[in-house]
């Protein structure tokens, strides 16, 4: 399974339970986070070499993030009292983001900085119903993506302004407008350009996509993105697999 890549085409996923790196030809499996690491999976790689996970502690059944620089790890928990933790996306200024839980089923999202060693706890959208919140991607830009999931089990895809702590949430034109609605932004880059997927609301079947937000937004709230909106997304719509969980 093979889930990030970078710049110098360096590959990182997970095989048999154990998180790997490949460079070309030459495949690398990660060492043991620590001596009760039961698997390991890694999310992500920065362009400086520097990757992200999670692993499974066999000591206390919880499910920690990682970050790896080639020679030790950090284990990330984000609060004392969390169980599960997912590392997802890291950019090169050693900012990273995921998601956390403390019971298994609300999860919260925060940002880790690999260079002051500090956490900052993200607050959840301000939606009616809200179950979850996962951060699935950053850029050097001071942008982060992901979605949120409310009780009916429909899902949003949100953009993350760092520097002002705002939410704009984008759903894909395609999918519903009512009912369940399913949209996930799982990655963008340094130019402001996502990628996810949706469920189509004419034939029920998972779609990927690749965005560009043609104009900026005005201001943070609840966006939908309707053909001829405020905002329009230019989409090329491509086979797509589903890199995290829902929840």
């Given at each position: 399974?093979?889930?990030?890549?970078?710049?110098?085409?360096?590959?990182?996923?997970?095989?048999?339970?154990?998180?790997?790196?490949?460079?070309?030809?030459?495949?690398?499996?990660?060492?043991?986070?620590?001596?009760?690491?039961?698997?390991?999976?890694?999310?992500?790689?920065?362009?400086?070499?520097?990757?992200?996970?999670?692993?499974?502690?066999?000591?206390t059944d919880?499910?920690?993030?990682?970050?790896?620089?080639?020679?030790?790890?950090?284990?990330?928990?984000?609060?004392?009292?969390?169980?599960?933790?997912?590392?997802q996306s890291?950019?090169?200024?050693?900012?990273?983001?995921?998601?956390?839980?403390?019971?298994?089923?609300?999860?919260?999202?925060?940002?880790?900085?690999?260079?002051?060693?500090?956490?900052?706890?993200?607050?959840?959208?301000?939606?009616?119903?809200?179950?979850?919140?996962?951060?699935?991607?950053?850029?050097?830009?001071?942008?982060?993506?992901?979605?949120?999931?409310?009780?009916?089990?429909?899902?949003?895809?949100?953009?993350?302004?760092?520097?002002?702590?705002?939410?704009s949430f984008?759903?894909?034109?395609?999918?519903?407008?009512?009912?369940?609605?399913?949209?996930?932004?799982?990655?963008?880059?340094?130019?402001?350009?996502?990628?996810?997927?949706?469920?189509?609301?004419?034939?029920?079947?998972?779609?990927?996509?690749?965005?560009?937000?043609?104009?900026?937004?005005?201001?943070?709230?609840?966006?939908?993105?309707?053909?001829?909106?405020?905002?329009?997304?230019?989409?090329?719509?491509?086979?797509?697999?589903?890199?995290?969980?829902?929840?």
């Amino acid at each position: 399974m093979a889930n990030g890549i970078n710049n110098s085409k360096m590959i990182v996923g997970a095989s048999n339970n154990q998180a790997f790196e490949q460079t070309g030809s030459v495949f690398t499996n990660l060492p043991p986070v620590n001596t009760t690491s039961v698997n390991q999976v890694a999310f992500a790689i920065s362009d400086h070499s520097v990757i992200e996970g999670q692993f499974t502690d066999g000591a206390t059944d919880t499910q920690p993030g990682f970050v790896y620089n080639g020679s030790s790890f950090k284990i990330l928990n984000p609060v004392s009292n969390d169980v599960a933790v997912n590392a997802q996306s890291v950019n090169d200024e050693g900012e990273v983001a995921g998601f956390y839980s403390t019971d298994g089923v609300h999860q919260h999202g925060f940002f880790f900085n690999d260079v002051s060693n500090s956490f900052q706890l993200l607050a959840d959208p301000n939606v009616a119903n809200l179950v979850l919140t996962q951060f699935l991607g950053i850029n050097d830009d001071g942008q982060a993506v992901g979605y949120y999931q409310t009780t009916d089990g429909s899902q949003h895809g949100f953009i993350y302004n760092i520097n002002t702590n705002t939410y704009s949430f984008l759903d894909d034109p395609n999918a519903a407008l009512s009912g369940v609605s399913i949209t996930q932004i799982t990655g963008i880059n340094d130019s402001g350009e996502i990628a996810g997927f949706y469920v189509d609301a004419v034939t029920g079947l998972q779609r990927g996509f690749e965005a560009t937000v043609a104009t900026p937004t005005p201001e943070p709230g609840t966006l939908q993105l309707f053909p001829g909106g405020c905002i329009t997304l230019l989409l090329m719509r491509r086979s797509w697999r589903r890199r995290s969980s829902a929840g």
